[in-house]
């Protein structure tokens, strides 16, 4: 088992250069013994697989990955070239994350049509798959069309990990990619659904909010202030009901260094490959610090 985080972990809104500050969290990450970083991608964020590709080149050693770029509206032509070019630069230590996204935020955002999702995963997927096998792909679906005249010229397979919490996104990505990285998936939820539905072998890279700290009840109203609106979001809210929980903020591990650390085994056990800790800093950088030095004496 191995432990990770997801960054940006803390508030970056008066950082003058946050590449720099990404990169310097990412050095923190590996001096604390983590073992991955996963970095997020927002519409106007900075670009995921970039900074992943830039960390991963600056700290030696640590794996880096994407947790996730949606798959809306990139094709999959230029979401494989970005992800090759970041894997060559890591030397092979970077892993693609994808996720479908939500279609009441991400449609308004960019104005065009969102596609039917299980349909676009799959053949997202398929083309991915394909240009990573270093064929030359030629492809037409419902939702994708990808040709190329020959094969990708930056070369190299890549992991490929998929946000997928339901039954239907499980199954595909069973077939098609290397694992799941599913977000406030709870234990429960884990060991009943997302488990039992791929084969063995692949990963289930599990994020989970968890925040190291001597006043849990002023960082548990944050993170019920910050975390509300996961609640309405109808994936989340689902897989919130499996696990049998009201409110996304009930999932979060707030406490001293046991309690923690006891939640976290919690995933462990419920079969989870891998567990990266998320909002470690939703509060300060001191807490921060400390939450990633007492979770990394979970990883193997």
């Known amino acids: 088992m191995t432990i990770g985080v997801s960054l940006p972990a803390g508030d970056t809104a008066t950082t003058p250069n946050l590449v720099d500050e990404l990169i ?31 960390a991963g080149r600056e700290v030696p050693g640590i794996e880096v990955g994407t947790s996730v770029v949606p798959t809306y509206p990139r094709h999959p032509f230029l979401v494989a070239s970005a992800a090759q070019t970041a894997r060559a630069a890591t030397g092979g230590r970077f892993t693609l994350g994808i996720g479908l996204g939500s279609k009441g935020f991400l449609g308004p955002v960019y104005g065009v049509d969102y596609p039917p999702p299980i349909r676009h995963l799959r053949e997202y997927l398929t083309v991915l798959k394909q240009v990573f096998a270093g064929e030359a792909v030629d492809f037409e679906g419902e939702t994708v069309t990808a040709k190329a005249p020959g094969p990708s010229t930056v070369g190299g397979d890549v992991p490929v990990v998929v946000a997928a919490m339901g039954p239907q996104a499980l199954r595909v990505t069973g077939e098609l990619a290397d694992g799941t990285l599913p977000y406030l998936a709870g234990p429960r939820a884990l060991s009943e659904q997302i488990v039992p539905a791929l084969p063995g072998g692949k990963r289930i890279i599990t994020a989970v909010p ?22 309405q979001i109808p994936s989340y809210r689902k897989i919130l009901d499996v696990e049998g929980v009201e409110h996304a903020a009930d999932l979060a591990l707030v406490g001293d260094e046991k309690a923690v650390l006891e ?14 800790v998320t909002q470690a800093g939703i509060r300060s950088a001191e807490e921060r610090r400390r939450t990633w030095e007492v979770v990394s004496s979970l990883g193997s």
């Open 24 to 54: 310097a969290q990412t050095r923190e990450a590996a001096e604390a013994g983590l073992k991955s970083v996963w970095f997020s991608q927002l519409p106007l964020s900075q670009d995921a697989i970039t900074v992943a590709a830039l």
């Open 263 to 276: 939640g976290l085994r919690r995933y462990y056990d419920a079969g989870a490959t891998d567990v990266v």
């Open 210 to 231: 968890a925040v190291v700290t001597g006043e849990p009840d002023e960082v548990r109203a944050k993170a019920v202030e910050q975390m509300a609106f996961y609640g």
